[in-house]
């Protein structure tokens, strides 16, 4: 991880810091996809917005003491969650209260150009829900997408948007890659979309219902299940 290999994170998130540098974090992804790591929107993110959320991914892995015994891979960054954070299934605000072992800046701006419901900085629903379930449980999990990058409407930059199956497929060889460094002893597929991806590269995974809309109980039920047969 770059210079900063001091943090005594395993030597398998070194080289997955590699990956990211080498397959992700400089893409220009095609259609409505917009990759938090290199780009920013200058209505709603500071100027070195994408190097903040770099550098909050690098501190989440900088959590890790250990390898990961279970990956939980979820679809795809929302426009209030990894958007804004760099982190799956986290808020840029969660980061900055020390809510979560692990801490961040906000990448977004106080005072949007846009006139948004939310009030920066942001923080999804499914991101509360999803920790709640989950800080007992870190660091023995990692958490990741099956699509890295946020998916959006055309023409409005912070909209929620259903990854096709196409864009799924497009980079499941990169997650792929990821699964083959951490060998964790369990995949748990968080929704549908991750569920498909994992399919397609033919690996067993374990299926659990994503937090939001009315899916946090089973997914706390599905989670403990899987930690329970560890």
């Known amino acids: 991880m770059g210079k900063k290999e001091d943090q005594g994170s395993p030597m398998v998130l070194h080289s997955l810091w590699r990956l990211f540098e080498n397959r992700i974090f400089n893409i220009s992804p095609s259609g409505c996809l917009f990759n938090q790591y290199r780009d920013r929107n200058a209505k709603v993110d500071l100027l070195n917005a994408a190097e903040i959320r770099r550098n909050n ?7 890790f003491k250990g ?3 279970v990956v939980l891979i979820g679809e795809a960054p929302g426009p209030w969650g ?5 982190i799956p299934f986290t808020g840029e605000r969660q980061l900055m209260a020390n809510a979560l072992p692990f801490t961040g800046q906000q990448s977004s701006k106080d005072k949007s150009l846009m006139k948004l419901k939310k009030t920066a900085p942001y923080v999804s629903n499914s991101a509360r829900l999803f920790w709640s379930t989950m800080l ?4 023995n999990f990692l958490v990741w997408n099956c699509i890295p990058f946020h998916p959006h409407k055309d023409g409005n930059i912070l909209s929620v948007r259903t990854p096709a199956t196409r864009e799924v497929l497009h980079f499941a060889d990169i997650l792929s ?3 083959s460094l ?3 002893e369990k995949i748990v597929a968080v929704g549908k979309k991750a569920e498909f ?3 397609h590269l033919g690996i067993l995974c374990s299926y659990v219902r994503h937090p939001s809309q009315g899916g946090a109980v089973k997914f706390g039920k599905g989670i403990k299940k899987v930690f329970n047969t560890l």
């Not at 991914?57 to 959590?63: A, E, Q």
């Open 57 to 63: 991914l690098f501190n989440y892995l900088g959590s």
């Open 82 to 86: 990894c958007r804004f954070s760099g």
């Open 197 to 199: 991806s994992m399919k």
């Open 182 to 184: 951490l060998k964790p």
């Open 136 to 139: 007992q449980h870190h660091p």
């Open 67 to 69: 390898q990961p015994s």
């Open 177 to 179: 890659e990821i699964l």
